[in-house]
């Protein structure tokens, strides 16, 4: 496997900085809950979404050269024990989520 390396920066190096950004920046998602500042699901979406934009980055960086993940929704499960049923409600038809943390699913 070739490494690949940008400015002298190994992509590990690069993984491990983003994943302790991402966790940084959940601890304070999950600060903003248990502050009652937003709510679990509003909180767990923000993480999911910080996650694929700091991916994104990197695969334009790279120009798809390396596969990058950044797993999220240990995260997000942290934050919102019931973030599988709301991202289930958010990819459905009838969904939208309040800033109140309250999920409403409508018909229309």
């Known amino acids: 496997m070739k490494k690949i390396m940008i ?15 991402l966790n940084e920046y959940a601890s304070s998602r ?3 809950v248990e502050n009652k500042l937003e709510s679990a699901a509003y909180a767990a ?9 700091l ?11 390396w596969h990058f993940n950044l797993d999220s ?12 049923k709301h ?3 958010r990819n459905s038809k009838y969904t939208s989520i309040e800033f109140t943390g309250r999920t409403v699913v409508s018909e229309g």
């Open 73 to 84: 929704e240990v995260l997000c499960k942290e934050i919102d024990p019931e973030y599988r």
């Open 55 to 65: 991916c994104e980055a990197v695969r334009l960086i790279v120009f798809d050269q």
């Open 7 to 21: 400015d002298n920066v190994s992509i590990e190096e690069i993984n491990e900085t983003l994943t302790q950004k």
């Open 30 to 32: 999950k600060r903003n």
């Open 45 to 53: 979406i923000l993480v999911e979404k910080y996650a694929d934009g």
């Open 87 to 89: 991202l289930h409600y």
